[in-house]
């Protein structure tokens, strides 16, 4: 059975900080491609940040420069840290493990993070 739990939201005041984990079992960690998506009230899902299973990255132009995704396989957890916060950044941030073949995406149950003064 896979499970992607995120964790780490939560309410914070513009320009700061946060720390989003995603803790995958039930599938080969290092073989994945995992991302953090979000999805703002009305809006559609978009991709924010992925990580290969080489550890190539990429993230999106919005967050470029002030997020950052990493993976550690031995906790089979990756991170997205998220710096100088803004309030357009505020959505549900879900993590994703994408199976090559036949492609399939898990996700996980979202965590919010709300930006705000």
């Known amino acids: 059975q896979v499970q992607l739990v995120e964790s780490g939201g939560g309410l914070v005041q513009p320009g700061g900080s946060l720390r989003l984990s995603c803790e995958a079992s039930g599938i080969t960690f290092s073989s994945y491609r995992m991302s953090w998506y979000r999805q703002a009230p009305g809006k559609e899902r978009e991709l924010v940040a992925y990580?290969?299973?080489?550890?190539?990255?990429d993230v999106a132009d919005s967050a470029k420069g002030r997020f950052t995704i990493s993976r550690d396989t031995a906790k089979n957890t990756i991170y997205l840290q998220v710096n100088n916060l803004k309030p357009e950044d505020t959505a549900v941030y879900y993590c994703?493990?994408?199976?090559?073949?036949?492609?399939?995406?898990?996700w996980g149950q979202g965590t919010q993070v709300t930006v705000s003064s």
């Open positions: 994703s493990a994408r199976r090559a073949l036949p492609r399939y995406d898990y």
């Open positions: 990580i290969t299973a080489g550890s190539d990255t």
